[in-house]
Each structure stands twice: as C-alpha cells, then as structure tokens.
C-alpha cells in the first residue's frame, strides 16, 4: 500500500490512509482476505480498485454488507445521524474548558429521602422524594 501512497495508522496496522491535496481522502480496511475502501471519491475508489487489480488477484462484491462480523446498513437517515454526530463533538469542543461545582464541604456523598405515607390530597397516594449531594453540592434530586 505505501507503493500506492497510503500510510498505515499508528492505532490498528490494517487500516491505511490517503489523503489528496484537495482535502479529501480514502480509507482502506485490509484483513486477511477482506478489503473495504471509503471514501466521498467513487473514481477515486474505482481508480484505486483498478490500480490493485494489477498487483493482486481481487473480486468487487459491491457494496459492503458485513466486514469482521459487523453487518454495515445504509439508510436515508445516514446524513441525519452524522450531522448529530458533528453537532455533539462541536459541543464538546465548545464545552471542553466547563467543569462541574460540587460545593466547597468535605468530599462526602450524603443522601436524603422524605415520605409522607398519609397520601396526597389529590392522588391519595403516597409521596416521596430524595436529595443526593456530594461536597454540599446537589447531584441528583
């Protein structure tokens, strides 16, 4: 793959990346025998596929349905999903600084709970409730 200009990433050594000049890219799955390539270029990818075939015996099964014991599904909602996926690690980059306040007490979780078993006027059931608070601070009510 490092003939074809693809680098092997540093976290799994099956996994090989190209980036273009023009911000875009392909990935490329390599196991045993199994390959998947991604990427937002088709002729890029048929390219690729084109320039493999010329090293290697290798078979286009189309689109990929299941790779390692994972089944791959394809919906309409798949944009949807990645955008609510941008938008809650845009969330977490805006937040990332943000630290929770428990309180300035002594580092003790302490819990407190309240019933009244002579039912509520309305419901003429019983009521309860709880405070839970760490460093004096509440956590959960």
């Not at 998947?36 to 320039?51: E, W």
């Not at 630290?99 to 709970?113: D, H, I, N, Q």
Request: glycine content about 10%.
């Amino acid at each position: 793959m490092g003939e074809h200009g693809y680098k092997k990433t540093t976290s799994d050594h099956c996994v090989f990346v190209r980036k273009s000049s023009d911000d875009d890219f392909i990935i490329l799955l390599l196991y045993v025998d199994d390959m998947l390539i991604v990427g937002r270029n088709s002729s890029k990818i048929d390219n690729l596929k084109k320039q493999l075939s010329k090293s290697f015996a290798m078979k286009d099964l189309g689109p990929t349905k299941q790779i390692l014991g994972i089944r791959i599904c394809r919906d309409r909602k798949g944009r949807e999903h990645w955008d609510a996926v941008k938008w809650i690690l845009r969330y977490l980059r805006g937040t990332s600084k943000l630290t929770l306040s428990f309180g300035s007490g002594k580092p003790m979780l302490v819990g407190y709970t309240n019933s009244d078993l002579a039912r509520d006027e309305d419901s003429h059931k019983p009521t309860s409730g709880y405070l839970i608070t760490f460093s004096g601070g509440p956590v959960s009510r």
